[in-house]
Structure formats: C-alpha cells, structure tokens
C-alpha cells in the first residue's frame, strides 16, 4: 500500500512506529521500497556519502533534482521525501515556493524537507497552502553546521530546549505534516513528540519518537569516512564489496575469469577463413 502523509498521521494515531531511510539512485530506493519501508528520503547527505564533499552546503538544488528522480523512478510505494538543500529557501517565501515546485514537479516526489523553526514557518505555510508537504528537521541541522562549529548534540541547555519545543511546535501550526529531531537528548525529543500531533522522525534522538531515519550507507557499512554514535550498523557490506573486487583483480591476473561459461563462441570453420 502507498504510503502518504495521511498514513503518517494514522501511524501517530495508532502508535505503530515509521521507518525511513535515505536513497540517492534508482537501484538502491527500489530494493529500500521492496522491503516495506514508509519513507525515502532522499537526503542532502548526497553530498557527503554520493559526492564526496565534507559537508552538506556545497549541495545544489540541481543536485537533488537529478538523484530525486532516480530514486522516485525506483520507489513504488514508500513515500519520498527529497531535501531543499542550503539556501535554495532561506532568501524568500517566493524563492522557496519556486524551488519546491521544481522539486516536486521534476522529480515526481510526495513531499519536500527543509531545516529549521519559527524563521522559516512563512516558507512552510506557503507550501502547504501551495499543497506541498512538508516534513521540518529541527535540532543538529546539517546545513547550520559552520554556525553551530561541528556536528555537536542540540538541546542540552534549559533556554535550548525550551527553543526546540517552541520551533517544534511552530512548524506544526505552520503545516508540516512530519519533524526530523536530530541529535537532541532523548528526554527531550519524547517530550516534543508528546506534546505535538504529527510524527516526529529520530535520528539520535533516543527511542520514544514516533520514527526513525538512518542514512543508507550508515547501517550498511558502505561509508567509512565517520560513524555518528547513534548510528547502528546491520550489516558490513562495504567489506563484502572489498573482498569481491579483490577476488575479481586476482581471478583476472590468473585467467580464472572469465571461464568459458562467459564466453560467445563461434563455428571454427569460420575463424579458420580469418587467417
């Protein structure tokens, strides 16, 4: 069955717990969206784990176009939910309403995410209003990485707090549909998920949220480059992947590949008229 950002709200209702991770190409999201997943996200941590770049900032809004495609042509029936990258809607409503339309009309997703709380609540608005979804990313927001100095934990102080409940609760009345509550202390993130009527989606953020979101190549050990500590790894498919393509380089230096069975033949009297 599809999900949609109804079924969001039915699984808050119900207490039954959403799944969401990150895709970035068409292979990957349609074998994530074989085994029942909610949601894709395709996440502007493209930049770090697709393009290698340090950070999410340097990501373009073409970026996301090309890779939200991908993977909306792969995902049948999780909802997909592509990111605004940074400053593609922090200038003005109208440029953000702009970009969304584009991320939804060039990439076919259900839905769009951008970071931040009461400031960019008018940017919200607009787009629900425009009948865009909205998921909100509040706490350690990736794109407000040189302002907060490094990848550290958001909400650890009483005045901190309280503005994250208070962002939280913005958003909701703004019209997003669903928050993303990164790396926030755990009491905390069950406190705003109690206190609001949409989802909240953890990402360190302790177990009583009404969700969960990894990125891909975190829980299947394909990117090495750091671990978050709330990152869970299931399996280690980035040594299965080293091991094979060792395997191949020596099969290749000892003619072991290809054998005959990866052979085209044709008839000898053929080849014998060539010489």
Same mark, same amino acid.
């Given at each position: 069955?599809?999900?949609?950002?109804?079924?969001?709200?039915?699984?808050k209702k119900d207490g039954k717990k959403l799944t969401m991770l990150t895709a970035y190409d068409y292979s990957t999201a349609k074998l994530i969206d074989s085994t029942g997943i909610n949601s894709i996200l395709v996440g502007d941590s493209l930049g770090n784990v697709v393009l290698g770049y340090d950070d999410t900032v340097s990501?373009?809004?073409? +970026?996301?176009?090309?890779? *939200?495609?991908?993977?909306?042509?792969?995902?049948?029936?999780?909802?997909?939910?592509?990111?605004?990258?940074?400053?593609?809607?922090?200038?003005?409503?109208?440029?953000?309403? =702009?970009?969304?339309?584009?991320?939804?009309? &060039?990439?076919?997703?259900?839905?769009?995410?951008?970071?931040? @709380?009461?400031?960019?609540?008018?940017?919200?608005?607009?787009? /629900? =209003?425009?009948?865009?979804?909205?998921?909100?990313?509040?706490?350690?927001?990736?794109?407000?990485?040189?302002?907060? *100095?490094?990848?550290?934990?958001? @909400?650890?102080?009483?005045?901190?707090?309280?503005?994250?409940?208070?962002?939280?609760?913005? /958003?909701? &009345?703004? !019209?997003?549909?669903?928050?993303?509550? =990164?790396?926030?202390?755990? &009491?905390?993130? #069950?406190?705003?998920?109690?206190?609001?009527?949409?989802?909240?989606?953890?990402?360190?953020? @302790?177990?009583?949220?009404? !969700? #969960?979101?990894?990125?891909?190549?975190?829980?299947? *050990?394909?990117?090495?480059?750091?671990?978050?500590?709330?990152?869970?790894?299931?399996?280690?498919?980035?040594?299965?992947?080293? @091991?094979?393509?060792?395997?191949?380089? +020596?099969?290749?230096?000892?003619?072991?590949?290809?054998?005959? %069975?990866? %052979?085209?033949?044709?008839?000898?009297?053929?080849? =014998?008229?060539?010489?």
């Open positions: 069955m599809k999900n949609t950002v109804l079924s969001f709200q039915r699984a990501v373009t809004l073409d +970026d996301m176009i090309h890779h *939200g495609k991908a993977v909306c042509r792969g995902a049948k029936n999780a909802l997909v939910i592509v990111d605004m990258p940074f400053m593609s809607y922090q200038i003005s409503v109208e440029q953000a309403l =702009e970009n969304a339309g584009r991320l939804m009309k &060039e990439t076919h997703c259900q839905a769009v995410k951008l970071e931040g @709380g009461k400031s960019v609540c008018p940017q919200i608005k607009a787009m /629900v =209003e425009a009948g865009i979804p909205v998921c909100a990313h509040l706490g350690l927001t990736p794109q407000h990485i040189n302002a907060f *100095g490094g990848f550290k934990v958001q @909400g650890r102080t009483e005045a901190a707090a309280k503005q994250l409940i208070e962002d939280a609760k913005a /958003v909701q &009345e703004a !019209g997003a549909f669903a928050v993303v509550l =990164e790396a926030i202390p755990a &009491e905390l993130a #069950q406190l705003i998920t109690k206190q609001l009527d949409i989802p909240t989606i953890g990402i360190g953020a @302790g177990n009583q949220t009404d !969700g #969960q979101v990894l990125v891909y190549a975190d829980l299947l *050990g394909l990117f090495s480059d750091f671990t978050p500590k709330f990152v869970k790894r299931y399996a280690n498919i980035g040594e299965l992947i080293s @091991g094979a393509v060792k395997n191949y380089i +020596d099969d290749v230096a000892t003619q072991k590949f290809p054998t005959p %069975e990866n %052979e085209y033949h044709i008839d000898d009297t053929i080849i =014998e008229k060539l010489y």
